[in-house]
């Protein structure tokens, strides 16, 4: 996939859509986290117990990890960059004076309001007032 060029107006229309994903994500992955973390000892539950308990464990694993997987597809589609999944990072490739830029953006933000340069990530971000200077 190529990538697609954002203005910070077309930035802004992706996030209900980018904001719905990372929160799903997010809880799917701490679901999946919530599976592994289960530990079933084997001698202090019957065979059988055990062996259905194991089975169910891994279906929802698998069912979980698929929805993970398919969901990621869909934020992809929006064609912006997951940069940290935990803090709900995400940029969006910009043109600035004939160079690229990533417009920057973080769950929890209410708009596409910062940018940095595509070398310098989270710490050198500026306000987007300084692209129109």
Not at 59 to 75: A, I, Q, T
Not at 104 to 128: L, N, Q, Y
């Given at each position: 996939?190529?990538?697609?060029?954002?203005?910070?107006?077309?930035?802004?229309?992706?996030?209900?859509?980018?904001k719905k994903?990372?929160?799903?994500?997010?809880?799917?992955?701490?679901?999946?986290?919530?599976?592994?973390?289960?530990?079933?000892?084997?001698?202090?539950?019957?065979?059988?117990?055990?062996?259905?308990?194991?089975?169910?464990?891994?279906?929802?694993f698998h069912?979980?990890?698929?929805?993970?997987?398919?969901?990621?597809?869909?934020?992809?589609?929006?064609?912006?960059?997951?940069?940290?999944?935990?803090?709900?990072?995400?940029?969006?490739?910009?043109?600035?004076?004939?160079?690229?830029?990533?417009?920057?953006?973080?769950?929890?933000?209410?708009?596409?309001?910062?940018?940095?340069?595509?070398?310098?990530?989270?710490?050198?971000r500026k306000?987007?007032?300084?692209?129109?200077?």
């Amino acid at each position: 996939m190529s990538k697609k060029y954002f203005t910070v107006e077309g930035a802004q229309k992706q996030l209900h859509k980018i904001k719905k994903s990372l929160s799903k994500l997010q809880n799917l992955k701490k679901a999946i986290g919530d599976i592994t973390s289960v530990m079933i000892d084997p001698e202090e539950i019957e065979y059988e117990e055990f062996a259905e308990t194991s089975t169910k464990l891994s279906k929802d694993f698998h069912k979980l990890y698929y929805e993970f997987y398919k969901e990621l597809e869909k934020l992809e589609e929006t064609r912006c960059l997951l940069k940290d999944l935990e803090q709900g990072m995400v940029d969006f490739y910009c043109k600035f004076e004939n160079r690229d830029v990533l417009l920057c953006w973080k769950f929890g933000e209410e708009r596409v309001k910062v940018w940095h340069e595509t070398d310098s990530g989270f710490a050198g971000r500026k306000p987007i007032i300084d692209l129109e200077q």
